[in-house]
């Protein structure tokens, strides 16, 4: 008589279960963010280029009318929305769009 012992079930429901989550991860709706900076609010604190997991924003090299260098979207393709920079920025000076492609 074979018996599958404890450890070795726990371990095929483990495998299943990643393969499980994997196919549903591919069925998962893809996110593209956009972040919209008010270039004239922004001081350039960097805060949002700090916060930002996909390295997506930077600070420009150009400065606005009060001579800050404003943050942009250097790598808008990377971008997925998930709006940690809107959320630790000071001036709320940054608008998060999320859109399902």
Not at 31 to 57: I, M, N, R, T, Y
Request: glycine residues 6%.
């Amino acid at each position: 008589m074979n018996i599958v012992s404890e450890p070795d079930i726990y371990f095929v429901f483990s495998v299943l279960g990643l393969l499980i989550l994997a196919e549903n991860y591919w069925k998962m709706a893809k996110v593209q963010g956009a972040v919209v900076v008010d270039k004239e609010g922004c001081k350039g604190c960097s805060l949002c280029v700090e916060a930002c997991p996909q390295d997506v924003l930077s600070l420009h090299n150009e400065v606005n009318s009060r001579g800050y260098h404003y943050s942009y979207m250097k790598n808008p393709e990377a971008c997925n929305g998930c709006s940690n920079c809107g959320v630790v920025c000071p001036d709320t000076c940054l608008t998060i769009y999320r859109v399902k492609v």
